[in-house]
């Protein structure tokens, strides 16, 4: 059995575990699908890479996924990596299965300017991603799946590349799996973000509790033991167990909070899972009457549950030989929520879209304060600086309450300006004061865990103060602060906003009014989401966007007009001078290509009709690249713009001795065939005993019996590629063979 009809078995056998359904075809079509789409494409690691979208349907299965979830895993790179799109998606799998593709798939095809930053767009993938996961939050299961399968198999990537991508995972990834309450996924995206980032005490801890593995098991197991016994005799049915804790949380623990390793004694905790809450808080009355309480060590998450839906008492007890150890005691579904998070609440009903209930889509409350920020950060370092941030400090939380006492989550650190906009921005805007448990307390006063806090405003106050930016703790407290000032003082904000960029203009040799041609400002709005020039002014006023970002897009039409009004007999002498000038000391080699009136200069090849040596051949003058080079039949030159004629320039190939084997050449074929088994391995064979290197194959079957084979090939010249078409012409079944021109 091949490595991937085994993996699908395992799927199939992990999906019936929980999935009513007996037919299996619409997951039999997707598993062909994926096959044939990613057929001769190789991971990093050599390996099929078919290998990856299975396991990452099979991690999907394992959260126990609806089944259109598993199929847009297994798709999930269907759109990025090969020639299938959103539509063919859409009508083969119905456009559920194809909006979640879509949510997951990156940026990368869309054409960047050079000048946007490898951040940037790594910040435009995120805002795209959570857009996708504000309409579906499966998309985001999906990413986590597809980025945990990529960590397990980071070892094949260089050690930058490991570096930067457990950087991202343990910024971005890890968070939002906890924010979706999905431990499973979360302690083991940490665990190996640990691994790379931190080698050296990574391997260090990994032996030190080694070592004390045995010791402490031995010692859990005896309280395991008489737990549970005690639980037999008062009639609670349930299952005690230790466990250890992830690797990370220990590192954490004693980088935190300066503890050496022999120090930490809850490498290894007791679980108590049992049937209801009332059993939860029986089991905790006969944990305290067999070991004394550590003061001040006891949470109840099942009366006031974490915001990503976890619930459990918790607390650190002195054992039998007086060393602590942790417990934690829930019930058998809030120990399912605790693993699986949102997952856990997902039905695999067929057709489901979305979450289920109110209350589920309030536990992602999170989510729609990422998307207001979205909707109000032009500036893509802020948006992602304070999207880690809020997702980072959200395992150090503090509850407070209201007079009427309405529970209040937030970061550790908050103050009563976070309560205030945490309650509402109104509320906040007309602060003017606050009391904690009754007393008087200053703006800057940090609230602890259960203060009673109480908002005082006035109709008669001036709004916030930029003061209070350097007290506030939470982003949704900056974020509505800063709203209040881009609203409330826009006339002040434009005026310092034009001051700003006509300043940073002149500091790089600018006037400021020849970069305000109304095209190029409509250009620079669209870019940071401005209705008009007088919202981009404002915003700069404010803060939210940088003046120096504004006047370097300016510059950047300007260059790009510039160029544009640039003569072609201006672009020519350019090239001739360019020729002429020695590089590093010598002439340019030969490029197998003379431009008439030119000679040797830098051309590019393009892409569209991909020319070989044989082929007739023009010139066109491009503005800031040179001269590409196209066959005289390309469609492109065919229907070229009269206006755009005159840039046409004769070009023909350098047949001297330097340059006629100077390079091989892509070009690319479609064979139109009988669609039969073996088709691909008969062409892959003809081309592999010809010693060609293939750089692209891809089949695929279409109506009729027709089979489309695509290929991309390195020749030396035209000669040699109609001998490999005559060749090719000889297999049985394939009908017609053309150069493909787009």
Not at 37 to 57: F, M, T, W
């Amino acid at each position: 059995m091949s490595i991937e009809n085994e993996l699908y078995k395992q799927l199939t056998d992990r999906i019936s575990l929980y999935h009513p359904t007996k037919d299996y075809s619409r997951l039999d079509n997707a598993f062909n699908f994926a096959v044939s789409a990613h057929k001769n494409q190789l991971r990093k690691s050599g390996e099929p890479y078919i290998i990856h979208p299975l396991k990452v349907a099979y991690i999907l299965a394992e959260l126990e996924m609806d089944m259109e979830t598993i199929i847009a895993g297994m798709l999930h790179d269907t759109i990025e990596d090969t020639p299938f799109t959103y539509e063919d998606i859409e009508r083969i799998f119905g456009d559920e299965v194809a909006n979640l593709v879509d949510g997951v798939t990156k940026l990368g095809r869309l054409s960047y300017s050079v000048s946007i930053s490898k951040e940037e767009i790594q910040a435009e993938n995120f805002r795209k991603m959570f857009m996708a996961m504000a309409k579906d939050i499966r998309v985001l299961l999906i990413k986590l799946a597809d980025r945990l399968h990529n960590m397990r198999t980071l070892n094949y990537m260089t050690e930058a590349k490991q570096r930067e991508k457990a950087k991202e995972t343990l910024d971005i990834y890890a968070p939002l799996a906890d924010r979706l309450g999905i431990a499973k996924i979360k302690t083991e995206l940490e665990d190996l973000c640990f691994k790379y980032l931190y080698p050296e005490e990574y391997e260090s801890l990994f032996e030190k509790i080694e070592m004390k593995k045995e010791e402490c098991l031995t010692y859990v197991n005896s309280i395991v033991k008489a737990l549970s016994e005690k639980m037999e005799e008062n009639g609670i049915k349930g299952k005690v167990y230790g466990r250890n804790k992830h690797m990370f949380s220990i590192f954490k623990k004693m980088h935190n909070q300066h503890k050496t390793f022999d120090q930490i004694y809850d490498l290894f905790a007791v679980r108590a899972i049992v049937e209801t809450v009332g059993d939860c808080y029986a089991v905790l009355g006969i944990v305290h009457d067999m070991y004394k309480p550590m003061p001040g060590r006891f949470k109840d998450y099942i009366a006031m549950p974490k915001p990503n839906m976890y619930q459990s008492l918790h607390n650190t007890l002195i054992g039998p030989n007086g060393e602590p150890f942790e417990i934690q005691i829930r019930t058998f579904d809030m120990h399912r929520t605790s693993e699986y998070g949102i997952a856990a609440h997902w039905k695999y009903k067929e057709g489901n879209k979305g979450l289920t209930t109110a209350k589920e889509e309030k536990k992602l409350a999170w989510l729609r304060q990422i998307l207001e920020w979205q909707q109000n950060m032009s500036d893509n370092k802020e948006f992602m600086d304070t999207v880690k941030t809020e997702l980072n400090i959200y395992n150090d939380r503090i509850y407070a309450f209201t007079p009427q006492g309405d529970v209040i989550n937030m970061p550790a650190g908050s103050t009563p300006i976070d309560f205030a906009y945490m309650i509402h921005s109104a509320v906040g805007n007309k602060m003017v004061g606050a009391r904690v448990n009754g007393k008087i307390v200053t703006f800057d006063y940090q609230i602890k865990n259960g203060d009673r806090v109480e908002i005082i405003t006035s109709q008669n106050s001036n709004g916030p103060s930029r003061d209070w930016l350097n007290l506030v703790k939470s982003s949704q407290a900056r974020t509505k602060i800063n709203q209040w000032f881009k609203k409330e003082l826009k006339e002040e904000n434009i005026i310092k906003g034009r001051e700003l960029i006509t300043a940073d203009a002149k500091k790089k040799g600018y006037n400021i009014n020849d970069l305000l041609k109304p095209e190029w400002l409509d250009v620079v709005c669209r870019r940071f989401a401005s209705k008009n020039f007088d919202t981009l002014c404002s915003s700069v006023g404010y803060g939210g966007i940088k003046e120096g970002q504004v006047v370097n897009r300016l510059i950047e039409e300007l260059k790009k007009e510039e160029k544009k009004n640039q003569s072609v007999e201006q672009i020519i002498q350019n090239m001739k001078e360019s020729s002429q000038k020695p590089q590093n000391g010598k002439h340019k080699k030969g490029n197998g290509v003379i431009i008439k009136g030119i000679g040797d200069v830098s051309v590019r090849f393009s892409h569209c009709c991909n020319p070989v040596p044989g082929d007739e051949i023009i010139g066109f003058v491009t503005r800031g690249r040179g001269v590409s080079i196209h066959r005289t039949d390309c469609i492109n030159i065919i229907n070229l713009d009269e206006i755009e004629r005159h840039r046409l320039i004769d070009a023909e190939w350098d047949s001297s001795a330097e340059t006629a084997s100077f390079a091989s050449y892509t070009a690319e074929l479609r064979l139109v065939c009988e669609d039969r088994m073996g088709l691909v391995f008969d062409v892959s064979k003809v081309l592999n005993d010809e010693g060609l290197h293939v750089k692209a194959m891809s089949a695929r079957s279409v109506k009729g019996g027709t089979a489309i084979v695509d290929i991309a090939v390195d020749i030396v010249n035209k000669d040699q590629l109609e001998k490999i078409c005559v060749k090719l012409k000889n297999i049985t079944g394939v009908d017609e063979i053309e150069r493909v021109t787009s």
